[in-house]
């Protein structure tokens, strides 16, 4: 077992939205976006969280880099408590940790020349020559994949895998131990995903880098995760590395997520899959009990009553009370 | 080939911008047939919208034209050289739709019994109480819970996967010969896109439509469609029957797609990767579009146009390695 890098320990993140409207009735809503939740990043590894859109990824994913604070738990990294630190070991963290958006447009300054926007984490934590800054700018594109001669250009004139990569490149710029990525590779189209994922992988290699993968689609993540975590509204119902994950899931949530995945094969068209009934429910009221029980076909009584502990150990686990074989 | 209810020839949609012409579509052939589902496969900007939109007569005004030399034929008439009115009356009545976000086609102001029911009070003239009847029928028939209550529902008052399901609802409830669907599940989650695939295949199968189902996704192509038409750059690079297609795919382009994609189902260490981007159409040069990224292209390639080429029955691919 690799060491660990960081782990998060009863983790939660509510958010309060309720009216602020003062002649509404007085009821407090909260959504328990992240609703304790334990987890562990072992070094130079992939961690993948997948899950249905608003069951908590990017929210976990972005208290596990401090960009949002707990309501409650801790998280360590190399040891330390990434919620309490100060000075010069909160400084090292923040170039330790760093995040690739989906929209790699919408996350870089328009106006700002490539080699500026790779450049300004170097600036920002300290390196104010602009002819060694500008050359490691010239390195990392190179590393990333882009023609270092476009280091003039403004991200409009790139297309979308390009500005992915340079999005990677300012990811990579101050040495970081830990690269979230929020949905990397999502918004491209499938020949430059590709690419993407192959340079993911090759710069894992080459750097020791560990990854927290944030991904819908459980294709992507079978290629480039070891452990793979299923969450359902803000909680982890089931974890494993994805061989023995996909081949046989213990969750009914983790079955059906698997089956509904559309296979490129037509003589596979025939399979039995099964499909999921209704929506996933509120995240302010969630269900009681075990959350997934009013889309599980097998849930009973037993599943409203209580809820299903996390059962198994550091290599796979799920939270269910009749987990399938 | 006689069951073609929408036969598209050499479909031309070009726009002027200020940096030049974009032959947005440039001359594309193909087949919609009855009982069928025809996918349009392709990556962001191939065109796969734009040949809806021309089929519809709904390309953008003033900087898109159908070129004068295309032809989409529907029952004996040619759909491009048709008068906005005439158009309007087959849109939505004979030919009807199911887009992306469904919040562009519905209204937010009125509510779902009312946007079911206008059109069979319009086109086919029918009663209220009928109009209802068979409005809360189509509801039923696409699994909306609680279809009573519904009527009087407001689209914002809808999940997403509700919402594409009164969508297709609406485009149904016609009973239009063609429905067109331009990626009707992208924005939904799996285990809601695995629910309303389903359903599509179903009420299609009861009501033996042709729909023209437009993807960039080709595990979506291979589990529902039956045939199926790959776009490069504005053109169609492949046509196949989708067993045709995924078992010997033939031209480079989709052999390449098809190696690149991870897969749920195996483990690869490093993927397939296509080099280079989708070249920009603007003065895009002679020769075969995907050339600059093709590991088999030759000198030829990149000087002349490559050939139509049936390779088996019904597979035709446009490349020059087949000739
Ligand atoms: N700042 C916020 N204020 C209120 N609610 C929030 C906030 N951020 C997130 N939420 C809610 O928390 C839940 C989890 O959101 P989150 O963005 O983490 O989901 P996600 O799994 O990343 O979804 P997606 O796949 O759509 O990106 C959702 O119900 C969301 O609406
Ligand atoms: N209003 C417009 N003016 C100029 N060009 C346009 C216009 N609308 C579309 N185009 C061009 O037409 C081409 C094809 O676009 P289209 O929307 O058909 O692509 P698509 O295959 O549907 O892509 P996506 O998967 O992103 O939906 C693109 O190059 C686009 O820039
Ligand atoms: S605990 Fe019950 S409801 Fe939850 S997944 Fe298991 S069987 Fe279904
Ligand atoms: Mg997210
Ligand atoms: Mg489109």
Same mark, same amino acid.
């Given at each position: ?50 899950? @249905? ?50 929209? *790699?447009?919408?996350?870089?300054? /328009? ?9 300004? /984490?170097? $600036? ?51 040495? /970081? ?5 929020? @949905? ?5 189209? +499938? ?5 993407? $994922? ?28 070891? +452990? ?9 119902? @089931? ?12 969750? *009914? ?8 995945? *559309? ?33 599980? /076909?097998?849930?009973? @009584? ?21 987990? $399938?074989? | ?17 200020? =940096? ?20 349009? !496969?392709?990556? &962001? ?8 939109? &021309? ?8 900087? #898109? ?70 409005? %809360? ?14 009527? &009087? ?12 399901? !009164? ?9 239009? =010969? ?9 924005? %939904?989650? !799996? ?27 080709? #595990? ?57 981007? !989708? ?20 000198? =030829? ?23």
């Amino acid at each position: 077992m690799a060491e660990t890098l960081l782990s998060g320990k009863g983790l939660k993140k509510y958010y309060d939205v309720s009216a602020k409207n003062l002649f509404a009735k007085k009821k407090s809503d909260v959504v328990k976006a992240v609703d304790g939740i334990d987890i562990n990043i072992p070094k130079g590894k992939t961690i993948a969280l997948v899950g @249905e859109s608003g069951c908590g990824k990017s929210t976990l994913g972005r208290l596990l880099i401090h960009l949002i604070e707990p309501t409650e738990g801790e998280a360590l990294f190399e040891g330390k408590d990434i919620y309490h630190l100060k000075g010069r070991d909160e400084k090292a963290f923040r170039k330790d940790a760093s995040i690739i958006f989906q929209d *790699p447009y919408a996350s870089l300054n /328009p106006r700002m020349k490539v080699k500026d926007l790779i450049g300004e /984490p170097l $600036l920002t934590h300290g390196m104010k020559d602009s002819k060694e800054r500008y050359a490691k700018v010239a390195e990392l594109m190179s590393i990333s994949g882009l023609k270092t001669e476009y280091a003039n250009r403004y991200p409009h004139q790139f297309s979308g895998g390009q500005r992915q990569r340079i999005g990677i490149a300012r990811a990579l710029a101050l040495n /970081p131990k830990l690269i979230v990525c929020d @949905e990397a590779v999502s918004a491209l189209d +499938v020949s430059i995903q590709a690419q993407i $994922l192959n340079l993911l992988k090759s710069l894992q290699r080459a750097y020791d880098l560990t990854y927290l993968f944030i991904s819908h689609d459980l294709s992507v993540v079978r290629y480039i995760s070891d +452990v793979v975590y299923v969450m359902y509204l803000g909680k982890i119902v @089931e974890y494993g590395d994805p061989k023995t994950l996909y081949a046989s899931p213990k969750h *009914p949530y983790t079955r059906f997520l698997l089956d509904a995945v *559309p296979i490129p094969d037509p003589s596979q068209k025939n399979r039995t899959k099964m499909i999921v009934e209704g929506d996933i429910p509120s995240a302010i009221n969630p269900p009681s009990g075990c959350r997934f029980r009013t889309r599980c /076909p097998q849930a009973v @009584e037993k599943c409203a009553a209580e809820e299903p502990k996390l059962v198994g150990d550091t290599v796979s686990a799920c939270a269910c009370h009749f987990p $399938l074989v | 080939m006689s069951d073609a209810i929408l036969e598209i020839k050499n479909l031309k949609t070009y726009f002027k911008t200020r =940096k030049g012409l974009n032959p947005a579509v440039d001359g594309i052939s193909f087949n919609i047939e009855a009982g069928k589902i025809t996918a349009l !496969v392709g990556e &962001s900007g191939s065109g796969k919208s734009m040949t809806a939109m &021309s089929i519809l007569g709904l390309v953008p005004q003033p900087a #898109g034209k159908i070129m004068p030399e295309s032809e989409i034929w529907f029952e004996d008439q040619d759909l491009t050289k048709l008068s906005e009115r005439t158009l309007a009356k087959i849109r939505g009545n004979e030919i009807s739709m199911i887009f992306q976000e469904p919040m562009t086609s519905l209204n937010p102001v009125y509510t779902i019994g009312k946007q079911l029911m206008e059109p069979l009070r319009i086109h086919q003239k029918m009663s209220k109480a009928d109009a209802r009847a068979l409005a %809360l029928k189509y509801l039923e028939m696409v699994r909306v819970p609680d279809p009573e209550r519904r009527m &009087s529902s407001y689209p914002h008052q809808l999940s997403g996967g509700l919402r594409q399901r !009164v969508m297709i609802a609406m485009a149904m409830v016609c009973k239009p =010969k063609v429905i067109i669907a331009d990626e009707p599940t992208t924005a %939904l989650d !799996v285990t809601i896109q695995a629910q309303i695939l389903k359903l599509l295949k179903d009420v299609q199968e009861q009501l033996n439509t042709a729909i023209l189902f437009i993807t960039h996704d080709l #595990g979506v192509v291979a589990e529902l469609c039956d045939d199926v038409c790959v776009m490069y750059a504005g053109q169609i690079v492949e046509k196949a029957t989708v067993e045709m297609l995924f078992e010997n795919p033939s031209h480079p382009y989709t052999a390449g797609l098809l190696k690149s994609l991870p897969r749920v189902d195996d483990d690869v260490d490093m993927l397939y990767s296509i080099e280079g981007m !989708v070249p920009n159409l603007i003065n895009i040069p002679e020769g075969c579009r995907f050339a600059s990224r093709c590991p088999k292209a030759m000198e =030829k390639c990149r000087e002349k146009e490559p050939p139509k080429v049936m390779i088996e029955t019904g597979h035709e691919v446009h490349c020059w390695l087949y000739e």
